[in-house]
């Protein structure tokens, strides 16, 4: 019986009720050590009639053990893997070493979210993670992953963690708090209820409603002075054991895996026998089950490790090294032999170095990193230390875990560092602000790069300030853009260097930032084409693929741009997915296919997040909230400037709007690139609030840019400005002839409708407007619409609604995209592979979207049109 937790307990319910039903839900338990979330798992598993059961916990001594926890939780379905989609079925078989390997996080994290639908297909399953503190990072990355992508799955997860440790974004959390004073007193009067008045109401003040200690404390008060400190209570009931049982309980807790072969043959080396364990089965403190041990509590084991001097550790590591002798072991062993160390030991650093080879090659960057740490510490030479420390960082970087390979890298660095090693550390703590959110930081540690390498290798300085522009394209910094581009000026990239397109493309990039002449370069487009030539499948040849923001978004490019995000789908290189989606995304709504950018830029969120890449998550959050404004949702835009303002734009608060642009264009120092996109709206802000004037001055330097990238899009907002101050009918009619961009020639149509109306040209306003109309209808851009709408009431034309709808238009993004992939022939497996879902959540996307598109069956999805 649990007291006091009523509604948690009703909460696990809710949780196994949503299972059984076809649903998913998670929960993450956290609280103090003894507060009782062990015992709400033991709830839920024994609520949990007809459900399948899984459980797992994190252990200690294997937290650098990459998916170590997750191969305790899942090994015995492995035999399930072929029923998986087979890049996460390969995914899994990598990180358990059993097969190549595949080192990307985030596919084996859909391989566990995959192999866990698959366990709840036959009537749902309860999966519950002890100890996820304890967790090594690559498995708690892995079902975190899969726990924020559960939907119609059946399963219910829960995790019990204590508080720090495993953090999990994003997932609903339970905090247990120490019981009620009545059921504190029930329980104690449950589990002791002989004690003394007086050591009654001493173990209810120290132990103040925790759960464990109202249960243990009465046990040890013979033994030692009451302190409150439950884990003190667990040691000098250790200190009570004999001495051959005691070093055998030393052996278990620095062992930590519970196998009962590798312990007695640890102990024996140390003088124990079988006498010793069942000595230490009878005191209560460990329970036998099999061949496995298993401490009755955590803070058990925590305890035991704490009273052990260091002599003992040492002897203990030793021997448990050498009763590791199977192969499969070598990593255990290795660790054990490293806590053993006491001095440098070069063969023990080469051994740690090809543990933490294997954890990278099987996607552990957490583990290998601590393996190569642990290596340098132990390395003879300082050469192999500086050399190891590198592989530390740029292990931890790959990770995930930024602040970490900062942190090693900036140790590791130092003047006797060979050229090499200090570059990579460069990039390393360059990349790891970046992943952090901190553009500028970032840019400066390019820029040093740059300054250090301009004179002996131009090329790789070209390269340097490629990623220097991105940084400049994604943060808008005038400062920024100001030192790359006097970094590019100052720098001699020969004619026949492969990577002067490179040097041209930022070039022009950094000219446009700034809104200086381009002076001696090939035009625009000539340079993106033959900066493309070189890209690859990698964060720089995505840069060359968007063109660094400057191409002209046209099919041609939202092709190329497809074409790569296919292709890093297609092996697997989830951590540039959200960058390819963001591009990919920006395009399809320049194009006006808003329904196809929102459902890539919903996907590029989701897997940024789970990459942990925040300035991709906000990038694609910031299209999702323009596509907000555009249809009205308040909600969408908060937090966004620009889009917050487009709002105000559209629902006719012009008076807000000029005040909103106008903070965007001057109150920050923002390169002229992010402040000139947003003047055509200034300008119309100013001009239908009557403040024509407030409008002159950016017009002219939106005039001057637009020039300067010569490209149809920024030629046709130039002529609508123009058209708007001062007005001249053949101003509307050149920008609609140079138009590229639907949503933007729809606004240009109804300001021309809106003129025409005013010169009493009403026959000519109906067709720009009624134009208009379609268009805003088409994209759902309601505010815009009701304008275009009451242009043609007032210029007296009836307006019925448009019957020209997308046909999908009813479904969700989520929906679109699996009906899109249906239509074209693929099945639930090969859906779910592409867009990172379990088949069975692809399943139940389609059962719900075909009542909604009035079909029944997959081979009518094929006919509907947009597809």
């Known amino acids: 019986m649990l007291w006091g937790r009523e509604s948690e307990q009703a909460a696990v319910d809710r949780l196994l009720g949503k299972a059984r039903a076809g649903s998913s839900g998670v929960m993450v338990l956290r609280g103090d050590p003894g507060i ?29 053990l990459p998916f170590a926890g997750l191969h305790l939780l899942l090994h015995p379905f492995l035999d399930r893997l072929p029923r998986l989609p087979q ?79 495993f953090p999990a974004p994003g997932l609903p959390e339970v905090r247990l708090g120490a019981l009620p004073p009545d059921d504190a007193a029930q329980l104690l009067d449950a589990t002791a209820g002989d004690l003394p008045i007086g050591l009654r109401h001493r173990v209810l003040a120290e132990a103040d409603g925790n759960p464990l200690a109202l249960v243990e404390l009465p046990k040890s008060l013979g033994l030692h002075p009451l302190t409150g400190r439950l884990q003190e209570a667990f040691e000098h009931r250790a200190d009570a054991l004999p001495s051959a049982a005691r070093t055998l309980l030393t052996v278990a807790a620095l062992d930590g895996t519970g196998d009962l072969e590798t312990i007695l043959s640890a102990g024996a080396e140390l003088g124990t026998n079988a006498a010793g364990l069942e000595t230490i089965r009878a005191s209560g403190l460990v329970a036998v089950e099999g061949r496995r041990l298993q401490f009755r509590h955590p803070l058990v084991r925590a305890a035991v ?37 006491t001095a440098p030991d070069e063969e023990l650093a080469e051994e740690l170095e090809s543990t933490a080879r294997r954890a990278a090659e099987r996607g552990g960057g ?49 003047p006797s560092v060979e050229p090499d090693l200090h570059s990579r550390l460069m990039r390393v703590r360059a990349s790891s602000y970046y992943g952090m959110g901190l553009l500028p930081s970032a840019h400066a540690l390019l820029s040093a790069g740059v300054d250090h390498l301009a004179a002996s290798d131009p090329q790789a300085a070209a390269w340097l300030l490629l990623d220097a522009s991105s940084l400049v394209w994604l943060d808008g910094d005038r400062d920024m853009a100001v030192t790359t ?6 720098l001699r990239v020969p004619e026949e260097d492969p990577a002067r397109p490179v040097y041209q493309l930022c070039r022009w990039f950094a000219a446009l930032a700034l809104g200086r002449p381009v002076e001696g370069l090939p035009p625009l487009p000539e340079v993106i084409a033959a900066a493309q030539e070189m890209a690859s499948l990698d964060r720089r040849g995505l840069l060359l693929v968007a063109g660094l923001g400057l191409a002209e978004p046209d099919r041609q490019v939202h092709d190329l741009v497809t074409r790569f995000t296919s292709a890093i789908r297609e092996e697997s290189r989830m951590g540039l997915l959200p960058q390819a989606l963001s591009y990919l995304a920006g395009t399809q709504f320049a194009l006006g296919w808003h329904a196809d950018a929102r459902a890539h830029a919903g996907e590029a969120v989701r897997i940024a997040v789970d990459t942990a890449q925040p300035q991709w998550a906000e990038r694609a959050r910031r299209l999702l909230a323009r596509l907000g404004a555009i249809e009205g949702d308040e909600a969408a835009c908060e937090g966004f400037g620009d889009a917050q303002a487009l709002l105000e734009l559209g629902l006719g608060r012009t008076e807000a709007a000029l005040l909103a642009f106008e903070d965007i264009v001057y109150g920050r120092a923002r390169d002229q690139m992010s402040a000139m996109r947003v003047v055509p709206d200034l300008v119309e802000a100013a001009v239908r609030c009557g403040r024509a004037a407030r409008a002159v001055e950016p017009l002219a330097g939106f005039t001057e840019w637009a020039a300067i990238l010569d490209q149809s899009w920024a ?44 010169a009493r040209r009403r026959v000519d306003a109906r067709t720009p407007l009624s134009s208009a ?21 007032a210029a007296g034309w009836v307006t019925p609604r448009s019957g020209a709808r997308d046909p999908l238009a009813a479904l969700t993004p989520q929906e679109r995209q699996i009906v899109q992939l249906a239509g074209r022939g693929l099945a639930n497996r090969e859906i779910a592979a592409r867009l990172f879902l379990s088949p069975r959540t692809v399943a139940q996307h389609l059962y719900k979207a075909f009542p909604k598109l009035g079909v029944s069956s997959r081979t009518e999805l094929a006919a509907l049109s947009d597809l």
């Not at 007809?50 to 001594?61: Q, T």
């Not at 003992?312 to 032999?337: I, K, M, Q, S, T």
């Not at 609508?720 to 140079?738: G, V």
């Open 773 to 793: 109309l379609q268009t805003f209808e088409r994209l759902g851009a309601h505010p815009w619409s009701a304008r275009a709408r009451a242009e043609l009431d």
């Open 305 to 341: 490790q704490n009273a052990a001097g260091e002599e003992v550790r040492l002897a203990v590591h030793a021997a448990l090294a050498g009763a590791l002798r199977d192969p499969r072991d070598a990593d255990r062993r290795a660790w054990h032999r490293a806590a053993a160390a």
């Open 87 to 165: 890049p996460q079925a390969d995914a899994l078989r990598g990180a358990f070493g059993l097969g190549p390997a595949a080192a990307d996080r985030f596919l084996i994290g859909l391989g566990v979210l995959s192999l866990l639908s698959e366990l709840a297909e036959d009537g749902g399953l309860l999966c519950l993670v002890d100890d996820a503190h304890w967790l090594d990072h690559a498995s708690a990355d892995a079902l975190v992953i899969a726990a924020r992508r559960l939907d119609a799955d059946g399963v219910a997860l829960v995790f019990a963690a204590r508080d720090p440790g």
């Open 715 to 758: 030629h046709a907002l130039a002529h609508r400005c123009r058209a708007l101050i001062e007005p001249a009918e053949e101003h509307f009619t050149t920008a609609l002839a140079l138009h590229t961009q639907p949503f933007e020639k729809a606004r240009t149509q109804v300001l021309y409708g809106e003129w025409l109306r005013r």
């Open 36 to 64: 009782g979330k062990t015992s709400l798992l033991g709830y839920a598993e024994s609520a949990a009639a007809g459900l399948r059961v899984l459980r797992g916990a994190g252990i200690e001594a294997e937290a650098d």
């Open 485 to 490: 581009a006097r970094q590019l000026a100052g």
């Open 366 to 414: 957490a583990s290998a990193s601590a393996a190569y740490q642990r290596a340098a510490e132990l390395s003879v030479h300082e050469e192999d230390r500086a050399r190891r420390l590198t592989l530390a960082a740029e292990a931890a970087e790959y990770g995930g875990r930024f602040d970490q390979a900062r942190a090693i890298a900036e140790h590791a660095c130092g």
